[in-house]
């Protein structure tokens, strides 16, 4: 059988004229014209915009335009569904927000004329967020998205977005907001590429749930003109400019056969020969439990549930917080286990109620399971909520700890967990744990193996910043030798060993994980059909070669090359 990543991903140096390179998100192989989203508000409008003397004039003029912006999101918001209307509404939200309200407010009492007191006020708030890092970091993308959104308003210009393209096309640009995103056309726009964003950027989870080929942080890709012909490839994070079009043709009928495959598989997941593999979704709350629980899963590898609690400032009662758990574990029922991770509060994902206030470096400080150092009760009536949503549903959760570094902190979490007739686990993300994972594997039942984190601590690079997207990669061989002791200390006990990070969504680096020895892959429910595809393709045999292949190589492109090699020559 073909494997699924070959045909459509083959080498781009072997055709193209010129590759462009980037992050892959969304799999997927696409050859069309290319059109470039406007992304500035027109320069003449604002050189010639004058505006109000008067500071309380300026400040209405800008109230009325924060209004129509806000008003204008909540209408797309009402529009998309899920994620994006989730990220919709919160971009409204930042456009009537009053602490920006008042930094223009002081600007414009203060002399400024309105638009530098705009652009003064949305600096000092980019600075904060840069400041706090993690998912506010992200979260500039959108208030410059609302800036230029507000100048567009006030000068009287259509606000900035996407052009509606008259044939289908490949949509570039310099990094899109979810404004851009929600309301795309996906029989106009069959591809979205960005020269800025990482693989959790708002772009990347848009066009993961809109299902289309995507590729972010490609370097000089605004270079490229409107209308040029291009071949993007979202596997293999390529953008051929003017590529031979027969060729692309080819490549594109490949990988169309590929998704038709991958739109088939119904599960179960095993090997082609036959060796059982649990494919499991990655959930944050009910409608997402739901949503996965639908598809061909064998349950949930990783509930995060401090997704429930984003938006809530006083922590929730044992039984508040036990409905919500129930609605998630009901979703599965008792035949597909949950895991569920306890509170990851802290760093990028902070809680109002948990996470530690004015930490200097919140990604190495107190967050996750080292929230119990300071409030040990939080974590136990967490547990006793979970134990509630048990019995309400009689299902028999699987519950993880987030950020263990060491055997005693698994041993209390572990006691604690069985107190409560709960089977404990905890996620292997920090070295420290991966190297001791035997000793950890002899106080808990399972691990799993948080691949995001392992590969931010393992090359000490955050995992949001696109500049270290080459560090931050799960591919990385050191990040691979840490997954090989884990697994291994994993057989060696005859204990499960998940993987629920990103990587387990990479259909080529799940046949990597698997020759590793991991037992359970939990990823995005989106991925689920292609990963099962493409281990059908693949012998255990298979798996390990390509493990061993990757193990050896020197660095992340060279493990996936080596990876595919190993794959093809097995055939
Ligand atoms: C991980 O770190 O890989 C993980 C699954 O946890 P999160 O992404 O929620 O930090
Ligand atoms: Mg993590």
Same mark, same amino acid.
């Given at each position: 059988?073909?494997?699924?990543?070959?045909?459509?991903?083959?080498?781009?140096?072997?055709?193209?004229?010129?590759?462009?390179?980037?992050?892959?998100?969304?799999?997927?192989?696409?050859?069309?014209?290319?059109?470039?989203?406007?992304?500035?508000?027109?320069?003449?409008?604002?050189?010639?915009?004058?505006?109000?003397?008067?500071?309380?004039?300026?400040?209405?003029?800008?109230?009325?335009?924060?209004?129509?912006?806000?008003?204008?999101?909540?209408?797309?918001?009402?529009?998309?569904?899920?994620?994006?209307?989730?990220?919709?509404?919160?971009?409204?939200?930042?456009?009537?927000?009053?602490?920006?309200?008042?930094?223009?407010?002081?600007?414009?009492?203060?002399?400024?004329?309105?638009?530098?007191?705009?652009?003064?006020?949305?600096?000092?708030?980019?600075?904060?967020?840069? !400041?706090? @890092?993690?998912?506010?970091?992200?979260? /500039?993308? #959108? &208030? $410059? %998205? +609302?800036?230029?959104?507000?100048?567009?308003?006030?000068?009287?210009?259509?606000?900035?977005?996407?052009?509606?393209?008259?044939?289908?096309?490949?949509?570039?640009?310099?990094?899109?907001?979810?404004?851009?995103?929600?309301?795309?056309?996906?029989?106009?726009?069959?591809?979205?590429?960005?020269?800025?964003?990482?693989?959790?950027?708002?772009?990347?989870?848009?066009?993961? !749930?809109? @299902?289309?080929?995507?590729?972010?942080? /490609?370097? #000089? &890709? $605004? %270079? +490229?003109?409107?209308?040029?012909?291009?071949?993007?490839?979202?596997?293999?994070?390529?953008?051929?400019?003017?590529?031979?079009?027969?060729?692309?043709?080819?490549?594109?009928?490949?990988?169309?056969?590929?998704?038709?495959?991958?739109?088939?598989?119904?599960?179960?997941?095993?090997?082609?020969?036959?060796?059982?593999?649990?494919?499991?979704?990655?959930?944050?709350?009910?409608?997402?439990?739901?949503?996965?629980?639908?598809?061909?899963? #064998?349950?949930?590898?990783?509930?995060?549930?401090?997704?429930?609690?984003?938006?809530?400032?006083?922590?929730?009662?044992?039984?508040?917080?036990?409905?919500?758990?129930?609605?998630?574990?009901?979703?599965?029922?008792?035949?597909?286990?949950?895991?569920?991770?306890?509170?990851?509060?802290?760093?990028?994902?902070?809680?109002?109620?948990?996470?530690?206030?004015?930490?200097?470096?919140?990604?190495?400080?107190?967050?996750?399971?080292?929230?119990?150092?300071?409030?040990?009760?939080?974590?136990?009536?967490?547990?006793?909520?979970?134990?509630?949503?048990?019995?309400?549903?009689?299902?028999?959760?699987?519950?993880?700890?987030?950020?263990?570094?060491?055997?005693?902190?698994?041993?209390?979490?572990?006691?604690?967990?069985?107190?409560?007739?709960?089977?404990?686990?905890?996620?292997?993300?920090?070295?420290?744990?991966?190297?001791?994972?035997?000793?950890?594997?002899?106080?808990?039942?399972?691990?799993?193996?948080?691949?995001?984190?392992?590969?931010?601590?393992?090359?000490?690079?955050?995992?949001?910043?696109?500049?270290?997207?080459?560090?931050?990669?799960?591919?990385?061989?050191?990040?691979?030798?840490?997954?090989?002791?884990?697994?291994?200390?994993?057989?060696?006990?005859?204990?499960?060993?998940?993987?629920?990070?990103?990587?387990?969504?990479?259909?080529?680096?799940?046949?990597?994980?698997?020759?590793?020895?991991?037992?359970?892959?939990?990823?995005?429910?989106?991925?689920?059909?292609?990963?099962?595809?493409?281990?059908?393709?693949?012998?255990?045999?298979?798996?390990?070669?390509?493990?061993?292949?990757?193990?050896?190589?020197?660095?992340?492109?060279?493990?996936?090359?080596?990876?595919?090699?190993?794959?093809?020559?097995?055939?």
């Amino acid at each position: 059988m073909t494997p699924i990543t070959n045909p459509a991903t083959k080498p781009a140096t072997e055709r193209a004229s010129k590759t462009l390179h980037g992050t892959p998100v969304v799999p997927g192989v696409v050859f069309a014209p290319a059109v470039l989203a406007a992304t500035a508000v027109d320069p003449a409008a604002i050189a010639a915009y004058t505006g109000p003397d008067d500071a309380e004039e300026a400040l209405s003029s800008f109230n009325q335009a924060a209004a129509a912006v806000s008003d204008g999101l909540e209408k797309k918001a009402a529009a998309a569904a899920g994620a994006a209307a989730e990220v919709l509404h919160a971009t409204a939200g930042l456009a009537r927000d009053k602490g920006l309200r008042g930094a223009v407010a002081t600007n414009v009492r203060g002399g400024a004329s309105l638009l530098p007191a705009v652009r003064a006020a949305v600096e000092q708030f980019v600075g904060a967020f840069t !400041q706090i @890092g993690g998912l506010m970091a992200e979260r /500039v993308t #959108d &208030l $410059l %998205d +609302v800036e230029k959104r507000l100048v567009a308003t006030i000068v009287g210009v259509p606000e900035p977005g996407i052009p509606t393209p008259e044939v289908p096309s490949v949509l570039l640009a310099e990094d899109l907001a979810p404004a851009d995103t929600a309301g795309l056309d996906p029989s106009l726009i069959l591809a979205l590429v960005t020269e800025r964003g990482g693989p959790t950027s708002h772009t990347a989870i848009i066009a993961r !749930q809109l @299902g289309l080929p995507c590729v972010v942080g /490609v370097r #000089d &890709l $605004l %270079d +490229v003109a409107a209308g040029t012909d291009v071949l993007v490839d979202g596997a293999a994070g390529t953008v051929e400019v003017s590529p031979d079009a027969d060729d692309a043709a080819a490549r594109v009928a490949a990988d169309r056969e590929v998704r038709a495959r991958i739109d088939a598989w119904n599960g179960p997941a095993a090997t082609a020969d036959g060796v059982g593999i649990k494919v499991l979704a990655n959930v944050g709350d009910r409608e997402s439990a739901e949503a996965a629980a639908a598809g061909p899963v #064998d349950g949930s590898g990783l509930f995060r549930t401090e997704l429930c609690f984003l938006n809530t400032t006083v922590e929730p009662s044992v039984e508040e917080q036990a409905v919500v758990y129930a609605a998630v574990l009901g979703a599965f029922g008792a035949e597909r286990p949950v895991v569920v991770r306890t509170l990851d509060a802290g760093s990028d994902k902070p809680i109002a109620y948990a996470t530690q206030a004015d930490e200097e470096n919140p990604a190495l400080g107190v967050r996750g399971l080292r929230l119990s150092l300071h409030n040990p009760d939080l974590l136990l009536r967490q547990l006793d909520a979970i134990a509630l949503a048990a019995r309400g549903t009689g299902t028999e959760p699987w519950v993880m700890a987030p950020m263990v570094a060491t055997v005693d902190e698994a041993a209390t979490f572990a006691a604690e967990v069985r107190k409560r007739g709960l089977k404990p686990g905890v996620m292997i993300e920090i070295p420290a744990a991966a190297l001791h994972a035997a000793r950890i594997l002899e106080v808990v039942d399972f691990v799993s193996i948080g691949t995001n984190d392992l590969t931010q601590y393992t090359m000490a690079a955050d995992r949001m910043a696109t500049d270290l997207a080459h560090l931050t990669d799960a591919w990385q061989p050191a990040v691979l030798e840490l997954i090989r002791i884990t697994a291994e200390a994993g057989r060696a006990a005859d204990k499960p060993v998940g993987v629920c990070g990103e990587a387990a969504a990479d259909p080529l680096l799940a046949t990597v994980l698997v020759g590793l020895g991991v037992t359970s892959l939990s990823m995005a429910g989106a991925a689920v059909r292609a990963v099962g595809a493409q281990l059908a393709t693949v012998t255990s045999d298979d798996c390990r070669r390509a493990a061993d292949a990757a193990l050896s190589a020197a660095d992340p492109a060279g493990a996936r090359s080596a990876a595919q090699q190993a794959l093809a020559s097995s055939r």
